[in-house]
Nanobody, 114 residues
Framework: QVQLVESGGGLVQSGGSLRLSCAASGFRFNSYAMGWYRQAPGKQRELVATIHTGGGTTYTNSVKGRFTISRDNAKNTVYLQMNSLKPEDTAVYYC????????WGQGTQVTVSS
């Protein structure tokens, strides 16, 4: 059974930092590209960062230079380091495969105050 458990969100002021973690289980973690997604109120979920099995990374333009995705295959965990946060980064953040499973974790709320 696939499980994705996100943590690390919170309330932070504009310009601040947060580090999100996602513990994955129930599938062969090191065989898949993983992604961090976010969904802001009234908007569709969007993919913001991807890390491939070889460690290569891609980012949506709005977070390039501010967010860093990483993974620890020994711990089946993917991370998202978020720096220079902006109010428009406010959203619920989720992890999933880069080609996502149909089921999602509960997400972790990130709120950036101006």
């Amino acid at each position: 059974q696939v499980q994705l458990v996100e943590s690390g969100g919170g309330l932070v002021q504009s310009g601040g930092s947060l580090r999100l973690s996602c513990a994955a289980s129930g599938f062969r973690f090191n065989s898949y590209a993983m992604g961090w997604y976010r969904q802001a109120p009234g908007k569709q979920r969007e993919l913001v960062a991807t890390i491939h099995t070889g460690g290569g990374t891609t980012y949506t333009n709005s977070v390039k230079g501010r967010f860093t995705i990483s993974r620890d295959n020994a711990k089946n965990t993917v991370y998202l380091q978020m720096n220079s946060l902006k109010p428009e980064d406010t959203a619920v953040y989720y992890c999933n495969k880069a080609v996502p499973f149909s089921s999602w974790g509960q997400g972790t709320q990130v709120t950036v105050s101006s």
